[in-house]
């Protein structure tokens, strides 16, 4: 019996409106409940209070409740947690909570493993075992701004997409669950605090664009010249730079919003004067920042971080084309939280 109900937070807000007109409800209890599962986070149809001890029999016969447990929680000397997070069908993932002096920033999971090959990433070596729902997004989301109300003292305030697996490969439920953390009947957060990295999947890249999405766009770019961008990231075969820069070119035009690129140096990769200039050219049609992002090492020594020249020749070339470019310190490197750390390791 318990395997066929459906998990209730599966339906729109407009399908639990018509679940309770079919039963001869009021439609407005559709709303209701929507509010009880994305506002007030119910676990359980018993404290849906305002709605009739019949109707939530009735829920209860029908529907179930999923939410995500955090299994472990890791707490790093800069103050980085990371938590593992147990999905109702036991499968693991993580997401972390970065806090910096002014922000609690979230970063989580859109799937399970990952179906990318990036050398260097840790989470490349478990294979994506599934897509998350959206409503297992949203619970990393409500995990953390409750760490961060109790160790910070202070609510959520940013969210990036950047945990295990590549968000545009999920990308319907990642927007509904997007929906339901910027919609005042759920969390009610700016989307303009939310950004979703991708490694460059062309085609869905416009689709946001046509979706006139709010939410920020990073992309994880590593190299601007292809024969090394497809060493590192062989995905790149299928979906080839010019592919990734015209659709970068659509989504500019649509949205005047500013691209963000990831990118790490490291030595004898991407560390050359060639390297820089291609970068420049890739970027140089819209307003860009280059985030150059600290390697995070993950143990087989192909990859090292470049040395602190190479790094300064990037950002005055950078800034010299009118680039803006910001360097980021990893953190939570000692509990594997950092960037392309997430293995599922403890
Ligand atoms: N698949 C998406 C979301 C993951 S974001 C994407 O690729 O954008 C994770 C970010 O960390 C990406 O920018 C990725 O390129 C970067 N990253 C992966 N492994 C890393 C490592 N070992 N050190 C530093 N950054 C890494």
């Given at each position: 019996m318990e395997t066929t109900k459906k998990d209730i937070r599966a339906l729109s807000?407009?399908?639990l409106?018509?679940?309770?007109?079919a039963q001869g409800d009021k439609e407005f209890r559709g709303n209701q409940v929507y509010e009880w599962l994305w506002n007030k986070g119910a676990h359980k149809f018993e404290d849906m209070t305002n709605i009739s001890k019949d109707m939530r029999q009735v829920l209860e016969d029908y529907f179930v409740i999923n939410h995500i447990e955090v299994d472990q929680m890791q707490r790093s000397n800069d103050g980085t947690i990371k938590n593992a997070v147990r999905l109702h069908d036991g499968l693991i993932v993580e997401s972390v909570l970065i806090p910096t002096s002014r922000r609690s920033t979230a970063c989580v999971?859109?799937?399970v493993g990952c179906s990318l090959d990036c050398k260097f990433c840790a989470t490349s070596r478990l294979k994506r075992m599934r897509n998350l729902n959206p409503d297992e997004i949203f619970d990393q989301v409500v995990a953390i701004d409750k760490e961060s109300r109790l160790y910070f003292n202070r609510p959520l305030s940013n969210i990036v997409f950047m945990g295990m697996g590549e968000p545009l490969m999920n990308y319907n439920n990642v927007l509904k669950a997007i929906e339901k953390i910027t919609s005042p009947?759920?969390?009610g957060m700016s989307p303009k605090r939310i950004i979703v990295s991708t490694s460059?999947?062309?085609k869905m890249i416009k689709k946001m664009a046509d979706d006139e999405v709010k939410f920020g766009l990073a992309v994880s770019l590593h190299s601007a010249i292809d024969e090394v961008r497809t060493s590192i990231m062989p995905?790149?075969?299928t979906f080839p730079l010019a592919d990734l820069r015209e659709a970068l070119e659509y989504w500019y035009?649509?949205?005047k919003n500013t691209i963000t690129y990831e990118y790490v140096v490291w030595d004898g990769i991407n560390d050359s004067r060639k390297d820089v200039e291609a970068l420049i050219q890739f970027c140089k049609f819209a307003p860009s920042k280059v985030n150059l992002i600290e390697y995070n090492p993950i143990d087989d020594g192909q990859f090292q971080q470049a040395d602190s020249a190479a790094l300064d020749m990037y950002i005055s070339m950078l800034e010299a084309n009118n680039i803006?470019?910001?360097v980021r310190r990893s953190r939570g490197k000692d509990i594997d939280a950092a960037c392309g750390q997430l293995a599922n390791k403890s």
């Open positions: 807000k407009e399908q409106r018509e679940f309770f007109v999971s859109s799937q009947e759920g969390l460059g999947v062309p995905f790149n075969a035009a649509k949205t803006t470019v910001t």
